[in-house]
Structure formats: structure tokens, C-alpha cells
């Protein structure tokens, strides 16, 4: 869903489910998210997002700012880091006592690679059902151009940063990678499978497209 707020138009996930109270929640990334009662109606939904508009806005300014701006990462305890989608201390990923910077350095690019194998394991299992293929292997690399790829060999690869992400960004290029075991150009079949899996994908793409630079070490 696509709402005006200050003349730019904003992209807001809706997330129906059994609750009773309509919340509003933005990530560090910039996702802005309504959490919002079963058969909530769009104009409700507007309704409130407007309601919050300066908050909003102000958050997603300060995040922009920080995304574009030069940032010295902190390899210290209380160090920032992107995992799954939200920020955490460093020493809540790796253990820190006693590390050179150096070494706390080696350690957490360990941690996402370690992490990403882990996360995007269990996701392509559960999509490789759905989508009835199988791919005959899959690793994980550091990349700055690509957040995955699939060969005519049927092995896939995965960029090691996508450990930053939201888990539905990554469940996004793992239904991609997937998709290219039966369709291995972009064209008009493969989008089609892909938007049969993942309906919102165009919003997912645009988070990597947007937010790419920030996940970074």
C-alpha cells in the first residue's frame, strides 16, 4: 500500500493478524510496517498512518540521513550491527572480551556467514517444496554486486550480507534463486512464478535496491 504523507509517497507493509489494536512500527532499515486486526479496512488504515505523519516522517529522515551519511563502524561492545532487519550491540552477535579490533572484525563477518548459511538453509527447504525444485547445492560468498545467483549446474550462491536483512527480504531472494531453476532468464515466466510465491516482491526488491548500501560491514 502506497500513501501520500508530506508530497512523497510512502510504501507501508500491512500485517493483518488476531489482534485488537491497530500499531504503526518502522525499522531501522526504513520499512514502515502497520500491524493492523483481521479485516481492518484500508481507509482505517490510512486513517491512522496520517495521523502519525510528522512521527513518521521525522523517523524515516533520520534514518535516511544516517544511511547516506559517512559512518565509522564501532567494533565495541555497544557497536551497532544489522542483523535480520534490526540493529544490535555487538556483543549480543559475537563474543567481544578480550578481541583486538582486528579479530572482532574476522569474528562477526564469521557470524553472518555462519548465520545467513543457517537462515537461508532452512528458507530454501521450505520453498523448494512449494516451488517443487531442487537445487543440487547452495553456498554462501561475500559480494558487492549480487545478493544471489543460480548456475545452468543448478548450485546456488548467496551474498553473506543478506544476514542483515529482513528474514522476508531474504525469503524474497531465495524464491528468486529458486525460480531460476525453471526459468533461468528474467522474463515474463519467471516474474509470474515468483509473484505466485511472493505476491508483494516488487516491494522487496525496492528494500534492497533503497537499503543495500546500509547493509554493510
Known amino acids: 500500500m502506497k500513501i501520500e504523507l508530506g508530497h512523497q509517497q510512502i510504501e507501508i507493509h500491512v500485517e493483518y493478524g488476531p489482534r485488537k489494536k491497530l500499531s504503526i512500527h518502522i525499522h531501522p532499515s526504513g520499512l514502515v510496517t502497520v500491524k493492523a486486526p483481521n479485516y481492518t479496512s484500508d481507509d482505517v488504515v490510512i486513517h491512522t498512518v496520517r495521523q502519525h505523519?510528522?512521527?513518521?516522517?521525522?523517523?524515516l529522515q533520520a534514518i535516511e540521513a544516517a544511511r547516506t551519511s559517512p559512518k565509522v563502524r564501532e567494533y565495541e561492545e555497544e557497536g551497532?550491527?544489522?542483523?535480520?532487519?534490526?540493529?544490535?550491540?555487538?556483543?549480543?552477535?559475537?563474543?567481544?572480551?578480550?578481541?583486538?579490533?582486528?579479530?572482532?572484525?574476522?569474528?562477526?563477518?564469521?557470524?553472518?556467514?555462519?548465520?545467513?548459511?543457517?537462515?537461508?538453509?532452512?528458507?530454501?527447504?521450505?520453498?523448494?517444496?512449494?516451488?517443487?525444485?531442487t537445487p543440487k547445492s547452495f553456498i554462501i560468498e561475500e559480494s558487492r554486486t549480487k545478493w544471489g545467483s543460480c548456475s545452468s549446474a543448478k548450485h546456488l550462491t548467496f551474498n553473506y550480507r543478506l544476514a542483515m536483512a529482513p528474514i522476508e527480504v531474504i525469503d524474497y531472494v531465495v524464491i528468486h534463486e529458486l525460480c531460476h531453476l525453471l526459468?533461468?532468464?528474467?522474463?515474463?515466466?519467471?516474474?509470474?512464478?515468483?509473484?505466485?510465491?511472493?505476491?508483494?516482491?516488487?516491494?522487496?526488491?525496492?528494500?534492497?535496491?533503497?537499503?543495500?548500501?546500509?547493509?554493510?560491514?
Do not use: P
Open 183 to 217: 526459468h533461468m532468464n528474467h522474463d515474463r515466466s519467471f516474474w509470474r512464478l515468483v509473484g505466485s510465491v511472493m505476491k508483494d516482491y516488487k516491494e522487496k526488491e525496492a528494500f534492497l535496491a533503497r537499503y543495500g548500501n546500509a547493509m554493510t560491514l
Open 80 to 133: 551497532k550491527f544489522l542483523h535480520l532487519g534490526r540493529y544490535c550491540s555487538l556483543h549480543e552477535l559475537i563474543e567481544t572480551k578480550g578481541r583486538t579490533e582486528e579479530e572482532l572484525q574476522n569474528d562477526l563477518k564469521k557470524f553472518y556467514f555462519a548465520s545467513c548459511k543457517k537462515v537461508v538453509g532452512e528458507r530454501i527447504k521450505i520453498y523448494q517444496k512449494l516451488l517443487k525444485v
Open 53 to 59: 505523519e510528522n512521527k513518521i516522517l521525522k523517523q
